[in-house]
Each structure stands twice: as structure tokens, then as C-alpha cells.
């Protein structure tokens, strides 16, 4: 999926008020999608939202230990 279609995705529900939103990142190696994780991830804490919100992702630890350390440090993500 690419970065234009997830963010037009989220940001429906980010604009929305209401709970948390949780953003998951799940299926296979979910860090084989870091090129559009990434962005995304900034784009989001860059933005101004009506709701709060936190990231979740699963891995199978294939490449987390240097993906982790890179991205997921001082940010809201449970991985």
C-alpha cells in the first residue's frame, strides 16, 4: 500500500473526535514496509489532530533490531 493511500486512509479518522486511535501495523515482516512507516509516523506527529493516538506494529524480528533503534526510539510506538 502506498504512503498517498494510508495517509488519506488515517487521516479520516485522526479528523474525527472520539477515543485514541490505535494505528496498527501488522501482517508478514511489517517492517519490510519502512518506506511508507516512516513517513507516515512523521506525517502524524507533525499534524494537529481532534483525537489522540498511538502506533502498535508486529514483527517477527527479522530486521527489527536495526529498523528499531532508528525509527521507534522517543516515539509513541509499541512494537
Not at 5 to 30: C, N, P, Q, W
Not at 44 to 70: A, D, H, L, M, Q
Amino acid at each position: 500500500m502506498s504512503f498517498d493511500m494510508v495517509k488519506s486512509i488515517i487521516e479520516r479518522f485522526l479528523m474525527r473526535t472520539g477515543g485514541r486511535l490505535d494505528i496498527a501495523f501488522m501482517g508478514g515482516e511489517t517492517l519490510l514496509a519502512i518506506d511508507v512507516i516512516r513517513p507516515l509516523v512523521e506525517w502524524v506527529e507533525r499534524g494537529s489532530w481532534n483525537r489522540p493516538y498511538k502506533f502498535f506494529g508486529s514483527t517477527n524480528g527479522t530486521i527489527s533490531s536495526f529498523v528499531s533503534r532508528e525509527i521507534f526510539n522517543n516515539k509513541s510506538i509499541i512494537l
